[in-house]
């Protein structure tokens, strides 16, 4: 059995921001009764027990919770890497010093876009200039600093001005990572697919950028898969290296996995051991015996792992299936007709939520104690963001 | 990298002994990287005091598969991955 390396905690999925590719679940009030401190900090003793060895500090918005420094004290007595990833928002300089003073390795921040009108834009909240105000504080702290920025229709043509943005805040790495189309990101593709051209050119200024700083700034660029021949090979597999565990205790393989059919596994219920040994959860596509062909007669099928099991689910219904995105796959065309609906008209589409109400998520905010469905918020207006411009 | 190059673990990273594995690993932002004994020796040297040259005299007495390639090779790896600095003043 291989021993997981790292430990991704979505600590809360509150979030300030209301990004049309959000990563939190469709169903957010499902995850408002959050694990407590005391709860956290045993499943990190569990974690590192079990091979952890670096913890991901993630959401939603982690800093919306109050306990984020004493969790990563805990993690710091056990020997963990710690990596706080943030909007920036909630990131005060006293709050900076406790995290300083508890231990805390790594910080990455998010942004939108190289300016205020277009980050905001995205963001759906006034948010640029509180985030370049944290990356300055990382830096000034002593902290090793990544931005993240994901990728798609309205921002990948203003790549080589993030990237100088990067460069003007000392980031000592910068992830450049494609949208994935799963949950909001997935109700949104067609406003959020960018075109073959917009991608052609992203990664020729990337693959300049990355030459030009070499030695100064690492440039990691995560493909898009839609536009590759092969799947990725998700989370380095099933269960192989990689545990989510979300705000309500659920363990999962891969943040995406919770929209999966498949019993559900809770570190309020069963240890994490039995949990990534045992549970019929971390077993179901562990390894390469599940696979149908094309995969299971696939020289590739230990490279990829047959791709991404939710982006299979997403597309097909069928979590078993070929990841689409594979050229071999059975429902390519799938995958396909997306892209050649993104590429027949090149022009840039509206983003979402500008102007029809709950298309993007609105997980609340610290005077929020819970979790808002989005169903619940449908008929509400945007709260700032919207560029009169527009 | 020169004979006289003086390596050190960027401040970044933590090199542990993980009790779990049984193994040094060497901890970075979005990596771990698990160590032979070899590695984790050569690491264990990198305090920005020894000199490359050094380090290989060093382990030459101790490993005997260490030879004067594999120190200056294994350490050119861990800085294209900015696990380790150099200083040559």
């Not at chain 1, 189309?181 to 992203?202: C, F, I, K, M």
């Not at chain 1, 094309?294 to 490279?303: D, F, K």
Request: hydrophobic share 40%.
């Amino acid at each position: 059995m291989t021993r997981p390396f790292g430990l991704l905690a979505e600590l809360t999925y509150r979030c300030p921001l209301h990004c049309a590719y959000c990563s939190n679940p469709l169903n957010l009030a499902d995850y408002r009764d959050e694990l407590t401190t005391a709860e956290w900090q045993r499943v990190l003793a569990e974690a590192r027990e079990l091979g952890v060895l670096q913890l991901h500090l993630s959401g939603g918005e982690p800093l919306q919770r109050r306990d984020v420094a004493q969790i990563v004290g805990t993690a710091t007595e056990f020997g963990l890497y710690t990596n706080l990833i943030t909007s920036g928002l909630g990131l005060s300089r006293r709050r900076a010093e406790q995290l300083r003073a508890a231990g805390l390795d790594h910080v990455q921040i998010s942004i939108q876009a190289d300016g205020p009108t277009e980050s905001d834009r995205i963001a759906g909240t006034p948010s640029f200039a509180r985030k370049i105000e944290a990356a300055r504080l990382v830096k000034e702290l002593g902290w090793p600093l990544t931005l993240n920025v994901v990728l798609h229709r309205h921002n990948i043509d203003r790549i080589a001005d993030i990237l100088g943005l990067a460069e003007e805040v000392q980031a000592e790495r910068v992830e450049l990572a494609h949208t994935q189309y799963y949950g909001w990101a997935w109700r949104n593709r067609d406003a959020l697919l960018p075109t073959r051209s917009q991608v052609e050119q992203a990664e020729s200024v990337a693959r300049a950028a990355r030459e030009r700083l070499k030695g100064r700034m690492e440039i990691v660029y995560v493909l898009p898969d839609y536009y590759e021949r092969y799947p990725k090979p998700c989370m380095g597999g099933w269960g192989q290296r990689q545990l989510t565990v979300a705000p309500n205790g659920d363990v999962l393989p891969c943040p995406a996995a919770q929209a999966l059919p498949l019993p559900s596994a809770n570190v309020r219920a069963d240890t994490l051991a039995w949990i990534w040994t045992q549970s019929p959860l971390f077993q179901a596509f562990r390894g390469t015996h599940w696979m149908p062909d094309p995969c299971q007669s696939c020289a590739r099928r230990e490279i990829d792992f047959g791709g991404c099991r939710c982006q299979a689910f997403q597309l097909t219904g069928d979590a078993a299936r070929t990841d689409p995105v594979c050229h071999l796959s059975p429902d390519h065309g799938l995958v396909a007709a997306a892209v050649r609906a993104a590429n027949s008209d090149t022009r840039l589409r509206t983003y979402p939520g500008e102007h029809e109400p709950g298309a993007r998520p609105h997980p609340g905010g610290r005077t929020n104690a819970g979790a808002v469905a989005p169903a619940e918020l449908a008929g509400t207006t945007q709260s700032g963001g919207q560029d009169p411009a527009d | 990298m020169r004979p006289s190059s003086r390596p050190k673990l960027s401040p970044h990273v933590h090199l542990i002994f993980d009790q779990v594995r049984e193994r040094h690993v060497l901890l970075a932002p979005e990596s771990v990287l698990v160590m032979n004994a070899t590695g984790a020796a050569i690491l264990g040297l990198c305090d920005g005091q020894r000199t490359v040259a050094e380090i290989v005299a060093e382990l030459r007495g101790q490993y005997n598969c260490v030879i004067g390639e594999e120190v200056p090779n294994f350490l050119t790896r861990l800085v294209a991955r900015w696990c380790v600095e150099l200083s040559d003043d």
